[in-house]
């Protein structure tokens, strides 16, 4: 309720002033509290998402942490490295896109990105984002272990070669650096140097498990090719022509695999 003075001065009554106080301060405290509500259920999701050890169900959690908070960056790259182990490499870039998005300078995503693309055989978008992952981290072993194996299937044998060796000097994981050696041994071998792809090789072959179909058939053929230097090498290289022979069973029963586990760098 209002009134006027004797000079037109508006004034309003004390009880008017203090609901208008009142209703201002409501407004601010649910502006502002709803807000940090959903980014707390936000993380109680991906909390679950990343305690959790049943593939859908962290995928289901990271979707509802993202869903309250579409800005959480965390929960797409969880997510992300869930479709990757899934092989759904399309989700998986989406995902990591998003990663980018938020944090355009972050090596790790880019790396990813480069490895999605690779599985989707778009190499040049793969080599793209793997030279973004090495400009924002030009120690990052895995992103040239990574775009060397692109550049190699580029028929970019010299760059791969490159690629390779800084990874193997820079070092880091053994999944990483056995890739590093396997592309590297394939390069050689490529250009008909066999002696240094035989000696990449021994190593890929130890410490490389995600290029198993590679290690299984290339032993054979690496074998073989030393056989003839002693009975204890032609007993390895019958040992090795089992493990072709297994894996065509494999193949035939159409028995899955069990995908390498994520790799840090």
Same mark, same amino acid.
Request: hydrophobic share 40%; net charge positive; aromatic share 12%.
């Given at each position: ?13 004390? %009880? ?32 679950? %998402? ?46 990591f896109l998003k990663v980018v998005e938020l944090n355009p300078s972050e090596p790790q995503a880019y790396m990813m990105l480069g490895l999605a693309y690779m599985k989707e055989d778009n190499l040049e978008e793969a080599v793209s984002n793997l030279t ?39 070092? %880091? ?93």
């Amino acid at each position: 309720m209002v009134y006027k003075s004797k000079k037109g001065i508006i004034f309003l009554e004390k %009880g008017a002033i203090k609901v208008r106080s009142a209703l201002v301060f409501t407004i601010i405290w649910f502006v502002s509290a709803v807000p940090t509500a959903w980014s707390q259920n936000a993380m109680n999701f991906y909390n679950l %998402g990343v305690n959790s050890s049943i593939a859908y169900k962290k995928i289901h959690y990271f979707t509802k942490a993202i869903e309250l908070n579409p800005y959480f960056s965390a929960a797409y790259e969880k997510r992300g490295m869930m479709y990757a182990f899934q092989e759904k490499y399309s989700r998986m870039i989406k995902d990591f896109l998003k990663v980018v998005e938020l944090n355009p300078s972050e090596p790790q995503a880019y790396m990813m990105l480069g490895l999605a693309y690779m599985k989707e055989d778009n190499l040049e978008e793969a080599v793209s984002n793997l030279t973004h992952a090495l400009k924002f981290n030009p120690q990052l072993a895995g992103a040239y272990s990574y775009r060397a194996e692109a550049f190699r299937l580029q028929g970019m044998v010299d760059e791969a070669i490159h690629d390779a060796t800084k990874a193997i000097k820079i070092g %880091g994981s053994e999944p990483n650096i056995g890739r590093a050696y396997s592309t590297r041994s394939k390069a050689y071998r490529e250009l008909g140097q066999s002696e240094r792809a035989d000696a990449d090789f021994k190593i890929a072959s130890r410490l490389d498990p995600e290029y198993y179909k590679y290690t299984l058939f290339s032993s054979t053929e690496y074998l073989a090719n030393l056989a003839s230097e002693s009975s204890e090498l032609k007993r390895i290289g019958r040992m090795g022509a089992a493990l072709v022979v297994a894996l065509v069973f494999v193949l035939i029963f159409k028995l899955v695999l069990p995908p390498p586990k994520k790799e840090d760098d």
